[in-house]
Nanobody, 126 residues
Framework: QVQLVESGGELVQAGGSLRLSCAASGRTFSGYAMGWFRQAPGKGREFVAAILWRGSSTYYADSVKGRFTISKDNTKNTVYLQMNSLKPEDTAVYYC???????????????????WGQGTQVTVSS
């Protein structure tokens, strides 16, 4: 079993930056990808970014491309989401997710991820 714990969410002004972290614990993660999703009030869960765990390939939603960067540190079992030029529409609860088995790449489908964190709130004020 893998536990995911997100951190780094907070209130920030539009145009600002935040870095989210997601630490995997329980056992050394040996899956194939990790991703970030977000959910705004009254909306469904939206894909943000994903990264291959054993490679460097990344994949982004069009809405964040050029502003957000996903990265990882395999030695720390941690994935990061650097968010720059934040907009009020980026306000949401951000979730980290891990895919244990290969289900295709790139993948932005929540159902392809096996483990989920509890989420961290990001609020961008205008």
């Amino acid at each position: 079993q893998v536990q995911l714990v997100e951190s780094g969410g907070e209130l920030v002004q539009a145009g600002g930056s935040l870095r989210l972290s997601c630490a995997a614990s329980g056992r050394t993660f040996s899956g194939y990808a990790m991703g970030w999703f977000r959910q705004a009030p009254g909306k469904g869960r939206e894909f943000v970014a994903a990264i291959l765990w054993r490679g460097s390939s990344t994949y982004y939603a069009d809405s964040v491309k050029g502003r957000f960067t996903i990265s990882k540190d395999n030695t720390k079992n941690t994935v990061y989401l650097q968010m720059n030029s934040l907009k009020p529409e980026d306000t949401a609860v951000y979730y980290c997710a891990a895919a244990g088995a290969y289900k295709g790449w790139p993948t932005s489908t929540p159902g392809n991820y096996d483990y989920w964190g509890q989420g961290t709130q990001v609020t961008v004020s205008s």
